[in-house]
T-cell receptor, first 112, second 111 residues
Framework: GENVEQHPSTLSVQEGDSAVIKCTYS??????FPWYKQELGKRPQLIID?????GEKKDQRIAVTLNKTAKHFSLHITETQPEDSAVYFC???????????FGQGTTLQVKP | SQTIHQWPATLVQPVGSPLSLECTVE??????LYWYRQAAGRGLQLLFY??????ISSEVPQNLSASRPQDRQFILSSKKLLLSDSGFYLC??????????FGPGTRLTVT
């Protein structure tokens, strides 16, 4: 079955710097890659996603890139702000059911 | 717009007791429904998913079960809880194989 590895497990940056979180997946049939942000005690929130027919997608300060050949995808956050501090999860999905396999999560701390 | 509800929000149950968690979705028809569990400080593990009434697929063998008695209702159950069942239980829905949205979750503590 699908396996998703996420790195780093923790990331600390200064406000205004960029943050990059990377994920690799094992199943070449996976075709959908969402990213979720989870604040302490809250539900995960979908922040951006990318489908396998696209190499890059951007939404304001957040971007996701996908390399299907290497089977990895990354989340890029520019001009980080303290409110970006949270746990970020990547996931991969394939097939008709849409079931998601999640990475282990990255705790991002943005220092003011 | 679509809304997803879960209850209860928190639950403390003794080992060996039964469990029933409920999830309902409003504002959409025939959604795909999912149950995930998140252990403290850990990632999300898919437990069950359903693509229609009465259709349940299990991802991880364990002492939990799921049912979908109505189109927009998904129930997670157990006959006898274990300590290892403690965690944050999240229901999610989607209307395609893509965007998936989570409910507010139930925080379960088994004592």
């Amino acid at each position: 079955g699908e396996n998703v590895e996420q790195h780093p497990s923790t990331l600390s940056v200064q406000e205004g710097d960029s943050a990059v979180i990377k994920c690799t997946y094992s199943d070449s049939a996976s075709n959908y890659f969402p990213w979720y942000k989870q604040e302490l005690g809250k539900r995960p929130q979908l922040i951006i996603d990318i489908r396998s027919n696209v190499g890059e997608k951007k939404d304001q300060r957040i971007a996701v890139t996908l390399n299907k050949t290497a089977k990895h995808f990354s989340l890029h956050i520019t001009e980080t702000q303290p409110e970006d501090s949270a746990v970020y999860f990547c996931a991969a999905s394939q097939g008709a059911t849409g079931k998601l396999i999640f990475g282990q999560g990255t705790t991002l701390q943005v220092k003011p | 717009s679509q809304t997803i509800h879960q209850w209860p929000a928190t639950l403390v149950q003794p080992v060996g007791s039964p469990l029933s968690l409920e999830c309902t979705v409003e504002g959409t028809s025939n959604p795909n429904l999912y149950w995930y569990r998140q252990a403290a400080g850990r990632g999300l593990q898919l437990l069950f998913y359903s693509v229609g009434i009465g259709q349940i697929s299990s991802e991880v063998p364990q002492n939990l079960s799921a049912s979908r008695p109505q189109d927009r209702q998904f129930i997670l159950s157990s006959k006898k809880l274990l300590l290892s069942d403690s965690g944050f239980y999240l229901c999610a829905w989607s209307v395609s194989v893509y965007e998936q949205y989570f409910g507010p979750g139930t925080r379960l503590t088994v004592t």
